[in-house]
């Protein structure tokens, strides 16, 4: 007996058909924008070489003028001077070939403009790297530079030689670390708290701007319970807020504080982590981390407490935009304190 077809409808047959343009469409542009970008590599690297092969600086200077000219009337706006000193500055801030045929499957071209600017080697890769593995899009990566996210990760505070290694296994390996996840400050403005509060409208407040909050936080975060029971020894014990980090592979457990950090934080929060590492964790998961978010810190306790040996991270937040110049300064201040640290171990 003969089988007799099922016919697809009409809309499910279009939605179908649909997605197959929508994802060749997708995929020629995405192709279209890593070859113009490579293009532009390959145009500033070549005018570099010109250059580098003339002694005089003036024939150097006329050389970028006269044939920045041609190119524009030739093929458009894209090939004015301006243009062609950002391909120059890209080939020479990123010289290796093969690292930028990886970065531009990710980054368009205007990704790269934003970069540009940025004087640091370091800041560079980082901004580059946390591009590529959260998928910022061009405005997010302008808000996350403005907002100084290197200077306030964990990572940004170690010695050169630890940043470019964590930075080159996230490049070769795909590899994130605890430092390049947690930040100090965070922060918290989107929550719209006024001068006074408790630390249940903290908590309400990021709850109800849950999505927010976890763009702060950083991508991979996954909300997974608030008010989180412990029961040891009889005694009911409630952890804030935990989260799981999908890349690290670890619950992190987030305790909420009003005031600045004091001592005794740290016992109640290795007793939580304790707690969750005894009965939450599953198979191929790693040891669970701790966030206590303070209004303010006491750095001098943090450092005495060598609370990086715990699992346990102590960070600021700001409910209101902080100055540049502030935060400048808090920076500063975090970078010196870490530098004695180390010399001293």
């Not at 004015?80 to 980054?107: C, G, H, T, Y």
């Not at 934003?114 to 593995?133: G, H, I, N």
Request: with cysteine.
């Amino acid at each position: 007996m003969r089988k007799i077809k099922k016919k697809i409808p009409d809309q499910l047959l279009f939605t179908e058909i649909s997605r197959l343009i929508e994802q060749s469409r997708h995929h020629v542009a995405a192709t279209v924008n890593s070859t113009l970008t490579f293009l532009n590599w390959k145009i500033g690297q070549r005018i570099n070489i010109e250059i580098l092969q003339t002694t005089r600086a003036e024939y150097g200077k006329q050389i970028v003028a006269t044939v920045s000219r041609q190119l524009e009337v030739q093929y458009g706006k894209g090939f004015d001077e301006k243009n062609v000193r950002r391909m120059m500055q890209f080939a020479s801030i990123f010289p290796n070939e093969e690292i930028v045929v990886s970065m531009i499957r990710q980054l368009s071209w205007t990704h790269i403009i934003a970069l540009l600017p940025l004087k640091d080697l370091l800041q560079r890769e980082f901004y580059s790297e946390m591009c590529r593995v959260e998928k910022w899009s061009v405005r997010t990566l302008r808000e996350k530079i403005d907002s100084m996210l290197f200077e306030r990760t964990a990572v940004s505070k170690k010695p050169k030689q630890l940043i470019t290694q964590e930075l080159k296994e996230l490049r070769e390996e795909d590899k994130l670390t605890p430092d390049l996840v947690f930040r100090n400050p965070y922060f918290l403005s989107f929550l719209g708290l006024k001068d006074t509060y408790s630390e249940k409208n903290l908590e309400d407040a990021i709850l109800r701007e849950l999505e927010n909050f976890i763009l702060e936080l950083g991508q991979g975060f996954t909300f997974v319970e608030r008010q989180k029971r412990m029961i040891i020894d009889g005694e009911d014990y409630k952890l804030d807020l935990l989260f799981y980090h999908r890349k690290l592979k670890r619950l992190i457990a987030i305790d909420l504080k009003l005031g600045k950090f004091k001592a005794e934080y740290k016992s109640k929060m290795e007793l939580y982590l304790s707690w969750l590492e005894k009965n939450e964790i599953e198979t191929g998961e790693k040891t669970p981390l701790g966030l206590i978010l303070c209004a303010e810190g006491n750095r001098e306790q943090v450092e005495l407490l060598q609370l990086e040996k715990s699992g346990i991270k102590v960070a600021e937040y700001f409910t209101g935009l902080p100055s540049k110049k502030l935060l400048q300064e808090k920076l500063h201040e975090a970078l010196e304190i870490t530098k004695k640290r180390m010399e001293n171990n």
